[in-house]
């Protein structure tokens, strides 16, 4: 069912990024909000025409100062004028807000690969900083360049030889502090048990 909930947050003609993860990598469109009660989001990306649906997808949006997010399912997509129409079902909306987790002061290497950002429909980059702060739900991280504020990342660690992989979002930036305040959407693979162990050690040793 629709859910009319969503049109306080998300309304017409606000600018959205669909996060989609296929065959377990992150792939992210660009749109524009263009309808409500059922939500459609009009994009001129043409990989929308080739995922099957229904699926699973984040979406990420900008509201005065805030990111929000909302997890829903694409349920199709269709053509529509110069681009794709796709319908959007079962959203849930959220603030972002890293808060909600423990956070711990641990300093790792980290990669970072931008995926899409809110002006191109995506974006090849990769960046290399450091944590400064680290929780199950996200991270701060020293980077240069900072990255936009509403980007999608690949967040790379890799800690006692084990590797971990995640989506994330960009929900703060600060280039006089010269870093990115990041939540996860979603972890790689078995990324989210190593994760979970990794943070024990680090409560351990805070």
Not at 159 to 165: A, H, K, L, Q, R
Request: glycine fraction near 8%; charge should be negative; aromatic fraction near 6%.
């Amino acid at each position: 069912m629709p859910n009319p909930g969503i049109t306080k947050h998300l309304s017409p003609d606000t600018p959205v990024i669909v996060a989609f993860m296929i065959d377990g990598r992150p792939m992210a469109v660009n749109g524009l909000c263009v309808g409500e009660q059922p939500l459609k989001i009009f994009t001129k990306d043409p990989r929308t025409q080739d995922i099957r649906y229904p699926q699973s997808v984040v979406l990420v949006w900008h509201r005065e100062e805030s990111v929000l997010k909302g997890e829903a399912d694409a349920v199709s997509v269709e053509p529509h004028k110069a681009g794709f129409l796709l319908t959007i079902d079962r959203t849930h909306v959220a603030e972002v807000d890293r808060r909600v987790y423990a956070r711990y002061p641990v300093e790792v290497a980290v990669s970072i690969r931008s995926v899409c950002d809110m002006k191109e429909s995506h974006v090849i980059a990769l960046s290399q900083g450091v944590t400064k702060d680290i929780s199950l739900g996200g991270a701060w991280v020293d980077v240069q360049p900072v990255v936009a504020m509403g980007s999608i990342v690949e967040f790379h660690i890799k800690v006692d030889g084990e590797e971990m992989s995640a989506l994330a979002m960009v929900a703060h930036d600060n280039p006089n502090r010269g870093g990115n305040g990041l939540e996860f959407i979603d972890f790689y693979g078995d990324s989210r048990d190593k994760f979970l162990k990794f943070l024990e050690r680090a409560s351990k040793a805070a």
